[in-house]
């Protein structure tokens, strides 16, 4: 009799309204059930029948209801889907198309349709494919994608690359190339050093050289040439292919292999600095102090020819060993490294007073075979030749910052602000409680937080450093000049790395202009910045995501042979901690219960950067610890490890299953990743 009753209804909707509603995000966990979180970070409990309208990741609001004294939430209202553009795998159901995402979390299967023009005939089990969610349950009832591209087949060997560009909606190969390449200047005359014994520093396999370095005595100190090469001799503004680097933003450098932001013709060929080849290039001239104080620098436009193609390892090897088994300079090269490396000690030490040098880390540089498999991974520490070259850079990016701040007040500049205006606060009240002597808001001057870097440096744990880094901003490209805190500079614009970055080519235009007397072109205006900012976090995440997926096939052997690795802790996160490995630099996961069996004893802090056992210190971040892998699962590129040596003996065997979870738990309640670097720490 109640059916259908319009006084009945009304009643319901009158109470529904009356319970409370809570904001958040949907945190899925394996086993079907999943959680509301609020930014205020409370923590409501979503069953498993509502959860089958939302997805992890979606930011909805839900009413909070009381059963049996426990607070659940019921999805309400959908305010911004997790899932719109993705990446997938193909899931055939009696012959109907269905599409997994490719996330960590997301495990259930969408039914969906492929675009007009697409044949849905050619897709097969576990193809790769991108999509886009077109029906969400919230609204609709149910979920549904639409299918726009077929990446790869799911065997194919070089899925790990076509699948990370992709997901990052980043170009599979080169520019198109033009028929013929000319110069495109007006009004700038060029000087002829030709003569001037400049070389050139890089990897052996390198071939877009767009560096080169030459140095005279100067008095007590040295007069420095870089040459930059000119790709914007080639390009004219505002042409289909200025248009397509604009939007590349950077040259995308993956392990195996890189994808040019401009045509290979131009980025290897026509402006690579190459021995014994003509080349055209902005150069800047700059005087250099004893004390490695920068002096006065000109900008102008050259000819240069490099009379030495050198390779950092031999020249370190040279420099640093007194003799290199593949390397033996001539007279006149042996005496230009003699008078960098002086430089380079030089503009050292002054950095180091004066300024902020970054921590040294090696590189990690994965060496594949024909078919795509790694077969090493060999650490790259940052050599005596490296640090030749990255503090040429820095020092003409540095003039270059002087440069367009002065005129025309503008340019791309790399603009790091120190700390986030919002945790500044929080800052302050840490450093406070460890005693720093610096915990007012002077650390976010620049003089301040050159302070209190150097004092972080010179603590005996990276503890602190670590913690202090979580309060920090990103750095930014902005077009108006500002200081670089990360750098411990008042203004930074690279142009040194014209070929591989569009911001570089914008500052080359501004300069040339400058020189040439020509019509500056005007300020960049947001759309770039932002876009140069954004494609440069795309390219990290691109690099990180393909590391990940080598580092999960390459150690997979390992979790069988018990090898033992040492570790720094880099993360630490509800459900566990975050380790890299020495050896390799690859990132593994520690659940809790790998740590200690009775997680009521365990607790894992995030806010604090801790892991206590029966609340008293056991890890911290940056701590040195040995872990054993214990699974290589592919499907999410991820590595899971447990200590080497147990904290007590009540640590139990986890199934991995149980291991999985406490990762996918992990992943999901973890904040922004506190590994990804804060600032931009290339010259």
Known sequence: MFQDNPLLAQLKQQLRENLPKKEGVVRASDRGFGFLETDNRESYFIPPMQMKKVMHGDRISAVIRTEKEKEQAEPDALITPFLSRFVGRIKLIKDRLN????????????????????????????????????????????????????????????????????????????????????????????????????????GASTKDMDDALYAEPAGDGWKLWVAIADP????????????????????????????????????????????????????????????????????FAANIRSQGRLIYDEVSDYLELGQSASFTPNEVIAGQLKLLQGITLARQAWRTEHALMFKDRPDYAFELNE??????????????????????????????????????????????????????????????????????????????????????????????????????????????????????????????????????????????????????????????????????????????????????????????????????????????IKVRLQDNGAVAFVPAGQICSDKKRLECSWDDGQVRLDKQPLFELGQQVEVVLKDAIEATRSLVATLAVPVDITTREESVAEMEQELFEAEASAPAASTEPLVDDAP
């Open 371 to 576: 078919a795509g498999e790694v077969v090493a991974i060999h650490v790259e520490p940052r050599r005596l030749a490296n640090r030749m070259v990255e503090e040429a850079m820095i020092a003409a990016n540095i003039c270059a910052g002087q440069f367009l701040t002065q005129t025309p007040g503008y340019g791309i500049f790399n603009v790091h602000p120190g700390f986030d205006d919002e945790k500044l606060g929080g800052a302050m009240e840490l450093l406070a409680l460890h005693n720093a002597p610096w915990h007012d808001e002077s650390i976010n001057t620049l003089p301040g937080f050159c302070q209190l870097r150097r004092w972080l440096d010179a603590q005996p744990t990276p503890y602190l450093d670590s913690r202090i880094r979580r309060f920090q901003t990103y750095s930014v490209m902005s077009a108006l000049p500002g200081p670089h805190f990360g750098l411990g500079l008042p203004a930074y614009a690279t142009w040194t790395s014209p070929i591989r970055k569009y911001g570089d080519m914008v500052n080359h235009r501004i300069i040339k202009a400058l020189l040439a007397g020509t019509q500056v072109p005007p300020c960049p205006e947001e759309p770039l910045t932002q876009t140069l900012t954004d494609a440069r976090r795309l390219n990290r995440l691109a690099e990180r995501d393909i590391a990940d997926w080598l580092y999960v096939r390459f150690l997979a052997p390992a979790v069988t042979s018990g090898q033992v690795f040492s570790a720094e802790i880099i993360d630490i996160v509800r459900g566990g």
């Open 99 to 202: 599409v997994v995402p490719d996330h960590p979390v997301l495990k259930e299967m969408i039914r969906a349709r492929a675009i007009k023009g697409l044949d849905e005939k050619q897709f097969q089990e576990g193809d790769w494919v991108v999509a886009r969610l077109k029906r969400h349950a919230m609204t609709d009832g149910n979920h549904a994608a639409e299918i726009s591209e077929l990446i790869c087949r799911g065997e194919d060997p070089e899925a790990p690359w076509w699948v990370v560009l992709r997901r990052h909606d980043l170009a599979r190969q080169a520019p198109d190339e033009e028929q013929t390449w000319s110069y495109h200047e007006e009004g700038l005359s060029r000087e002829d050093l030709t003569a001037l014994p400049f070389v050139t520093i890089d």
């Open 232 to 299: 914007t001799a080639y390009l004219e503004p505002g042409s289909p292919l200025d248009l397509e680097a604009a939007k590349r933003a950077f040259t995308v450098y993956l392990p195996g292999r890189n994808i040019p932001m401009i045509p290979r013709t131009l980025s290897d060929e026509l402006c690579s600095l190459k021995e014994g080849e003509e080349r055209p290039v902005l150069c800047c001239q700059l005087d250099i102090a004893a004390d490695g104080a920068l002096g006065q620098f000109r900008f």
